[in-house]
């Protein structure tokens, strides 16, 4: 999801709320091992583009982002740290 003209603090709360939301729904995933109900991680990334490549950097950015929270568990949101925004130009 793309939020132009958003700081990554607007970011984090519509990731809050997109995971309020998925809760409060209780979507059943009865294939899962691991969870009941259908959970969402979300990698959150901002920069200001200053280059044509800025959109792939992002993307990158917010990839990291997503395994960091991956990592963390199931139904949370992660945030570009610099190690993890390090890890991306690799």
């Not at 979507?27 to 959970?39: D, L, N, Q, Y």
């Not at 280059?51 to 139904?75: F, I």
Request: glycine fraction near 6%; include cysteine; charge should be positive.
């Amino acid at each position: 999801m793309l939020l132009p003209d958003t700081s990554l603090e607007g970011a984090t709360q519509v990731a809050q709320r997109l995971l309020d939301a998925m809760v409060t729904a209780a979507i059943p995933h009865g294939a899962s091992p691991v969870s009941k109900h259908i959970t969402l991680s979300i990698g959150a990334a901002c920069m200001v583009p200053k280059t044509t490549e800025a959109a792939s950097w992002l993307t990158r950015l917010a990839d990291q982002a997503l395994y960091e929270a991956k990592g963390q568990g199931r139904n949370r949101w992660a945030t570009c740290r610099p190690v993890c925004c390090a890890d991306a130009f690799k």
